[in-house]
């Protein structure tokens, strides 16, 4: 079965400051990878994805991630966070089975100062 | 487009009762989900539907039935709820495959007292 770890329960980062949020997944087939963004009280929304072809994918609001088959990673980024960031991050890994359902990290909390 | 709705968006309920969580979405989506989202632990997957009339189990399916009666909605049972119930349910909808990504709903906050 997969899994996903998101070693990062809580970060803190400066407005203006780059951000690298860790994803680690465990799966083994090559996956379809994705991360979330969710803001307080709303649903999830969908940043970025990854199924094959260029490893740097370009997503929403300024965000990219690389996929690292090596290091079975698959880190989220962005050069500059901007105030409303501030959110909550999902890592997850699309199954194998015909629904394909998708399986997520525990999450990582983005809070930017000011 | 509504997207995916969620219905209700709060509930109180006390140990022992039952309710239905309906989740309906505009997109014809084939695919359905019902996720569990509790601190600490992401979504949890507890049932869903890859078509009208087919439901399946997730990985924390006891204690909650679904149904998918019609292809739109999607709905959610708690027969007999427990404290342990209490979370914020997320519906989701997708397209086969999953390249797509899902589609979720806003949520449902469910507190068993």
């Known amino acids: 079965a997969q899994s996903v770890t998101q070693p990062d329960i809580h970060i803190t980062v400066s407005e203006g400051a780059s951000l690298e949020l860790r994803c680690n997944y465990s799966?083994?087939?090559?996956?379809?990878l994705f991360w979330y963004v969710q803001s307080p009280g709303q649903g999830l929304q969908l940043l970025l994805k990854?199924?094959?072809?260029?490893?740097l994918v370009q997503g929403i609001k300024g965000f990219e991630a690389e996929f690292k088959r090596s290091q079975s990673s698959f880190n989220l980024r962005k050069p500059s966070v901007h105030w409303s960031d501030a959110a909550e991050y999902f890592c997850?890994?699309?199954?194998?089975?015909?629904?394909?359902?998708?399986?997520f990290g525990s999450g990582t909390q983005l809070t930017v100062l000011p | 487009n509504a997207g995916v709705t969620q219905t209700p968006k709060f509930r109180v309920l006390k140990t022992g009762q039952s309710m239905t969580l309906l989740c309906a979405q505009d997109?014809?989506?084939?695919?359905m989900y019902w996720y569990r989202q509790d601190p600490g632990m992401g979504l949890r997957l507890i049932h869903y539907?890859?078509?009208?009339?087919?439901?399946a189990k997730g990985e924390v399916p006891d204690g909650y039935n679904v149904s998918r009666l019609k292809k739109q909605n999607f709905l959610l049972g708690l027969e007999s709820a427990a404290p342990s119930q209490t979370s914020v349910y997320f519906c989701?909808?997708?397209?086969?495959?999953?390249?797509?990504?899902?589609?979720f709903g806003s949520g449902t906050r469910l507190t068993v007292v």
């Open positions: 539907s890859v078509g009208e009339g087919t439901t």
């Open positions: 997850a890994v699309a199954s194998s089975g015909s629904a394909r359902q998708l399986t």
């Open positions: 799966y083994g087939a090559t996956p379809y």
């Open positions: 990854y199924f094959s072809g260029d490893t």
């Open positions: 997109m014809n989506h084939e695919y």
């Open positions: 989701a909808s997708s397209y086969p495959p999953v390249n797509y990504g899902y589609t």
